[in-house]
């Protein structure tokens, strides 16, 4: 069992900067590729990054893709997600996840093993 705690979320002004933390439970965070997903009202979830387990691999949404960086600390059992030059198409609910599969397997959703409460990233014009 793994348990997500998100953290880092607000309300920024567009050309902002947020750094989003995930802390994870458990003994075995090296194991999971970590992601972010987002959801904005009235639309699905929809992926944002993930880090595979060693972080030295990522991929990133197209629609973030230069602005936003995935990472993780193995040692300290958490992932990072730092949003530069944040827009307001980028407000939604954040969410971590933890999955056993590959990065294509976070990237598609394949049916992610656990997620997080969500933060609530607000950006205004």
């Known amino acids: 069992q793994v348990q997500l705690v998100e953290s880092g979320g607000g309300l920024v002004q567009a050309g902002g900067s947020l750094r989003l933390s995930c802390a994870a439970s458990g003994r075995t965070f090296s194991a999971y590729t970590m992601g972010w997903f987002r959801q904005a009202p009235g639309k699905e979830r929809e992926f944002v990054a993930a880090?595979?387990?060693?972080?030295?691999?990522?991929n990133i949404a197209d629609s973030v893709k230069g602005r936003f960086t995935i990472s993780r600390d193995n040692a300290k059992n958490t992932v990072y997600l730092q949003m530069n030059n944040l827009k307001p198409e980028d407000t939604a609910a954040y969410y971590c996840a933890a999955d056993r599969r590959t990065i294509l397997g976070v990237v598609n959703n394949l049916g992610i093993d656990y997620w997080g409460q969500g933060t609530q990233v607000t950006v205004s014009s």
């Open positions: 880090v595979g387990w060693s972080g030295r691999n990522t």
